[in-house]
């Protein structure tokens, strides 16, 4: 049974940080990739970050040089470190793992950037 726990988002004002935070629990040992996605109200669900199991990485145009995706805690934790927000990137924030052929998904949290 694999599991995904986020938490960490919340509110803060424009141009402040926050980090989120993913608890994996299960099948760590076959991840294939990670990622981060996010879902304004209203909108379709857009890959923000994502982690390869080589370490490489990818991130959406808009968020490079300000956001980063890494895992700590022996794997078990993937973080996105989400610097200088802008209102527009207020949404629920995911993280999904692909263990195999399979992906699993966190209940989300909310990201709130006031201006």
């Known amino acids: 049974q694999v599991q995904l726990v986020e938490s960490g988002g919340g509110l803060v004002q424009t141009g402040e940080s926050l980090k989120l935070s993913c608890e994996v629990s299960g099948d760590v040992l076959n991840i294939r990739a990670l990622f981060w996605f996010r879902q304004p109200a209203g909108s379709q669900r857009d890959l923000v970050a994502r982690?390869?199991?080589?370490?490489?990485?990818y991130y959406l145009n808009s968020v490079k040089g300000r956001f980063a995706i890494y895992r700590a805690n022996a794997e078990k934790t993937l973080y996105l470190q989400m610097n200088n927000l802008k209102p527009e990137e207020t949404a629920v924030y995911y993280c999904e793992t692909a263990i195999g052929d399979t992906y699993y998904w966190g209940q989300g949290t909310q990201v709130t950037v006031s201006s």
């Open positions: 982690l390869s199991d080589t370490g490489d990485t």
